[in-house]
């Protein structure tokens, strides 16, 4: 595993791009890591949102969207991201060490946004693989708890290795001297496994079928009235959560038209 901070030079522009620099990489597994970077002072975003990151390689750009995994107020960037031996992208961007320099677009978007969704009690973060990305924001983002009575945040992945984060949940944020104030007990994190032998195990969309999922959360059924979700992660668990969530009488959201849901089709899994 790498776990190495250094202060880092401010970045220099580049076109449509912030050029900043690398200042912490950790790998989590074979297939997993994450890395933080300077920010412009003049990058704004919102939690939740994505933005374009990559290298220059042959003189031209080459990027993917990421979600941003630290919140809007933290002084640096973080990113969470698969390793593909043959990406394009990311078997180069897997290899990138404190100091190197990256590109990151100058304007984040995205659907994953407080604002899309109509006032609730309860906010589902429905999250698989990566896909965890944007609650890493959002759980560190004092407006959640301001909106929301209750945040949950679930994460389904392969293996129990790739339970990345899973500290920052069960551990740290309550150590948070800040952040502790303000989540207090509305936090909730919820871990499964698909191919390994865990506490929680099972794909998530079948934990909501089977009702597992508020059995052992102790919260009622999902509820149009009163329950919000965000969905981030493969396209395939993306299409089954979105079914089910319409055949409950849920209505998906946007910054233009607040709904129940919102979900984010800019992720890919390669």
Not at 6 to 12: F, S
Not at 59 to 67: E, I, T
Not at 119 to 126: A, E, T, V
Not at 206 to 233: N, Y
Request: charged share 25%; hydrophobic share 40%; glycine share 8%.
């Amino acid at each position: 595993m790498t776990d190495v901070t250094v202060a880092a030079p401010a970045p220099k522009k580049a076109g449509a791009f912030h050029l900043e620099t690398v200042t912490w990489v950790q790998h989590w597994t074979d297939s997993l890591f994450s890395f933080r970077t300077t920010r412009d002072p003049s990058l704004r975003f919102s939690s939740g949102q994505f933005v374009m990151v990559g290298l220059e390689v042959d003189g031209k750009p080459l990027l993917r969207a990421y979600s941003i995994a630290s919140p809007a107020w933290h002084e640096e960037l973080e990113f969470y991201s698969i390793k593909v031996p043959d990406g394009p992208l990311t078997s180069r961007l897997q290899k990138i060490k404190v100091g190197d320099q990256v590109l990151i677009g100058r304007k984040p978007t995205g659907t994953l946004v407080l604002d899309g969704l109509k006032p609730g009690k309860r906010l589902y973060m429905l999250g698989t693989g990566t896909g965890l990305a944007p609650w890493l924001s959002l759980a560190r983002d004092p407006e959640v708890y301001e909106r929301f009575d209750e945040a949950i945040v679930t994460h389904t992945v392969r293996n129990v290795a790739d339970l990345n984060y899973r500290e920052l949940f069960e551990e740290d944020l309550a150590k948070d001297e800040i952040l502790s104030e303000v989540i207090g007990d509305k936090l909730r994190y919820y871990p499964t496994v698909t191919r390994e032998p865990f506490k929680t195990q099972g794909r998530i969309t079948d934990l909501i079928a089977s009702g597992k999922l508020f059995e052992d959360l102790g919260v009622p059924p999902l509820d149009p009235a009163v329950d919000r979700l965000m969905l981030c992660g493969g396209p395939s668990v993306l299409a089954d959560l979105k079914t089910m969530l319409i055949e409950r009488g849920f209505e998906e959201g946007s910054i233009a038209k607040p709904g129940d849901f919102v979900l984010e089709k800019a992720f890919v899994e390669t």
